[in-house]
Nanobody, 127 residues
Framework: EVQLVESGGGLVQAGGSLRLSCATS????????IGWFRQAPGKEREALSC????????YYLDSVKGRFTISSDYTKNTVYLQMNGLKPEDTATYYC????????????????????WGKGTLVTVSS
């Protein structure tokens, strides 16, 4: 059974940092693309960043480039999202998602491009 479990969310002041973790199980980690998405109240879920473990490519939404960094730890089957310079508009529930994928991260980094989802972790950024 595929499982994705997010952790690391919480309350942080504007300008602060958080590191989100997505612990995965139930699939061959190296053959999957894994991404981070977020959904703010009243808004659609959006793709933030993805990594393709098959070719190590990454993709970032323009608004988080330079602030967020995605990485994979093959020893722990875990994907991280390091978030720096957080802004109040980053407040949302953050989800990780996965798909079996042999290709670039960019080409599958959208909501419909993922097959498995975690339950999310809430990030609140105060001003």
């Amino acid at each position: 059974e595929v499982q994705l479990v997010e952790s690391g969310g919480g309350l942080v002041q504007a300008g602060g940092s958080l590191r989100l973790s997505c612990a995965t199980s139930g699939f061959r980690f190296g053959g999957y693309a894994i991404g981070w998405f977020r959904q703010a109240p009243g808004k659609e879920r959006e793709a933030l960043s993805c990594i393709s473990n098959s070719d190590s490519t990454t993709y970032y939404l323009d608004s988080v480039k330079g602030r967020f960094t995605i990485s994979s730890d093959y020893t722990k089957n875990t994907v991280y999202l390091q978030m720096n310079g957080l802004k109040p508009e980053d407040t949302a529930t953050y989800y990780c998602a996965a798909r079996f994928w042999i290709g670039t991260a960019r080409s599958t980094c959208y909501v419909g491009g993922m097959d498995y989802w975690g339950k999310g972790t809430l990030v609140t950024v105060s001003s």
